[in-house]
């Protein structure tokens, strides 16, 4: 049996520093540090290094166009990504990461250079077999120095065999973890289980598992009830929270945000400080 004292294990422990998102996101993940014998919260400047993350939500929340402009910001950096589509066939994904770049003001050039697909939408052995998409990602993280690994999503790998998703995710996680990857795990919920938590397809089975939980949400608004938002009837707000996280530090808070109409997505504010602003206005 091995065991270390704690000491023991400084010389591996992952350094703590933030992945850029190229969203609010970076200024919602901190950590502490000593100043002047005081403790300070530091922004830490996206997601935690080596984190492997868990973006869910409902239907048409944002959570593709989330973890596409992280893609697009770390590939724009100079960062190898690879992005291993379940859902949208690659050519689809092609043109949506050419408008985020643009949209986004970056070198698509360095885009297309540096993101790496694996489609699995159109190849049941991918789909079906983890073992054999396992093979392909870990030969394309070594050939191509990938550095950043996002499955979108990790749901479409077990979305009718649901009993086995602790194990699937479970291997993804293990193996994200051997090659040294930062990792975004896209979830997807049915639309009968609750929008605010982080459960989705297949239980809590990715959230128990991975580092930490990013939940997006919508709400229509429908009714005069709903007139605390501020907002007209026939609008939808965004909203965005990070569950938890077990690396670092976090805001906890429900957050407004919106897609724009250039397919990106930008943070707001705060939903209670939102609701403060569209009552004064």
């Not at 919260?41 to 959570?63: E, Q």
């Not at 050419?98 to 698509?108: G, I, L, R, V």
């Not at 938890?244 to 976090?250: A, F, M, P, V, Y």
Request: aromatic residues 8%; charged residues 25%.
């Amino acid at each position: 049996m091995k065991y270390y004292e704690l000491g023991e294990l400084e010389s591996r422990a992952p350094k703590l520093f933030g992945i850029p998102t190229g969203t609010k996101l970076d200024e919602m993940f901190f950590k502490m540090e000593e100043e002047d014998g005081k403790i300070v919260k530091k922004p830490l400047g996206g997601l935690p290094y080596l984190s492997v993350m868990n973006i869910t939500g409902v239907p048409d929340s944002g959570k593709s166009v989330l973890a596409e402009q992280f893609a697009v910001t770390q590939a724009d950096a100079g960062y190898r990504v690879l992005f291993v589509t379940v859902e949208n066939p690659a050519n689809f994904l092609y043109t949506s990461l050419k408008q985020k770049s643009t949209a986004m003001h970056a070198d698509f050039s360095k885009v297309e250079e540096n993101i790496v697909v694996i489609d699995a939408s159109e190849s049941n052995e991918l789909r079906e077999n983890p073992k054999a998409l396992l093979d392909t990602m870990a030969h394309a993280i070594r050939e191509k120095k990938v550095t950043n690994v996002i499955v979108d999503s990790i749901t479409g790998l077990y979305e009718h065999r649901e009993m086995m998703a602790r194990q699937i995710v479970r291997l993804f996680f293990n193996f994200l973890k051997k090659w040294s990857q930062t990792g975004i795990l896209v979830s997807q919920k049915r639309s009968s289980q609750m929008s605010e938590s982080a459960e989705a397809a297949g239980g809590l089975a990715v959230a128990h598992i991975v580092d930490g939980t990013i939940v997006l949400d919508k709400k229509l608004i429908e009714s005069r009830w709903d007139a605390i938002y501020g907002l007209p009837i026939g609008s939808v707000l965004r909203t965005i929270r990070i569950d938890g996280c077990r690396i670092t530090g976090h805001d906890s808070r429900i957050w407004v945000f919106e897609i724009t109409e250039f397919g990106t997505i930008e943070i707001i504010s705060p939903l209670s400080e939102y609701i403060k602003q569209k009552s004064r206005t």
